[in-house]
């Protein structure tokens, strides 16, 4: 089975029907009065708990809707995101390739079906590799430089971001962890610093420091990083760009921590050990 084939089965399996609870039709029975003595009864007092800041409580029966979307690296850290979600039976996430900004009307066209279809609630987004070789190669600009940002924002960023939630979703945007080649750095950390400028402007875009997540303490690349209690866990496979488990488990967790919070999501305690992990190939992932 082909590692893409493996993501689609894990995140379809992982599709949860409506949990079935235990209802209680009755109340216990009194016990009786002394003879002669008073009977009293007191009314039930019902409170009703404010919604959580997302503005609704997710059930099983009307799950929060996720929609994932980027290219391999968000493939990556899907994992982990879906499996979680829907562990708890509240929240229902699917992935979409879509790996760069759309710069054409076709791909616009594209992405608004998969918002009527979908309706999300919440869109989560990891691009730079396939984005960045675009501007590289699209900009008449020097990548990063001011005019650059300028530029990059009211062509593409803006109205992409303007697209996502054209329909009341939240976008929660995960930033490119640092890469080995200078160049690709370059563009990766050019993306990221336009993404968090907008960030600081909208409530409606959540970003998420991938870059500093998973990188050394200067903020340079790194494949290995220190777990609990100083244990070194593999965060990058040997080709040095996509994500080991660890790895994922590292980005997902504040796209995890922030649902929970917004909407009020059950995460299980040990989410980053689940079977989610067991699609990352152990070759590409050797022991540290």
Request: hydrophobic share 40%; glycine share 8%; with cysteine.
């Amino acid at each position: 089975m082909t590692r893409r084939a493996l993501i689609v089965a894990l995140l379809a399996t992982a599709l949860l029907a409506p949990a079935c609870g235990n209802g209680n039709g009755g109340a216990d029975a009194a016990a009786a009065a002394a003879p002669g003595a008073p009977t009293t009864s007191t009314s039930p007092t019902t409170t009703t708990a404010p919604p959580p800041p997302g503005g609704r409580r997710p059930t099983a029966d009307e799950p929060l809707r996720v929609l994932m979307a980027g290219d391999s690296l968000m493939a990556d850290i899907s994992l982990a995101i879906a499996s979680t979600l829907q562990d708890g039976g509240q929240a229902v996430a699917r992935l979409v390739a879509a790996p760069s900004i759309p710069r054409d009307d076709t791909t616009r066209a594209l992405w608004h079906q998969q918002l009527d279809q979908y309706d999300p609630e919440v869109i989560v987004i990891m691009i730079g590799v396939w984005e960045g070789m675009a501007e590289d190669a699209l900009s008449t600009l020097p990548l990063g430089s001011p005019a650059w940002l300028r530029t990059y924002r009211h062509r593409n960023l803006d109205p992409y971001l303007d697209l996502l939630t054209s329909e009341g979703a939240e976008v929660v945007w995960v930033g490119m962890p640092p890469a080995q080649d200078p160049e690709r750095q370059l563009e990766f950390s050019s993306l990221n610093r336009a993404v968090r400028q907008a960030a600081q402007a909208s409530p409606d875009l959540i970003y998420i420091p991938g870059d500093t997540i998973l990188a050394n303490p200067d903020g340079s690349w790194a494949d290995i990083l220190p777990g609990p209690h100083g244990t070194p866990q593999r965060v990058r496979r040997i080709d040095t760009t996509h994500l080991c488990a660890d790895g994922a488990s590292r980005l997902a967790r504040p796209v995890l921590n922030h649902l929970g919070r917004q909407w009020g999501i059950p995460l299980a305690d040990d989410w980053p050990n689940r079977n989610w992990r067991w699609v990352f190939p152990a070759a590409d992932c050797p022991p540290v």
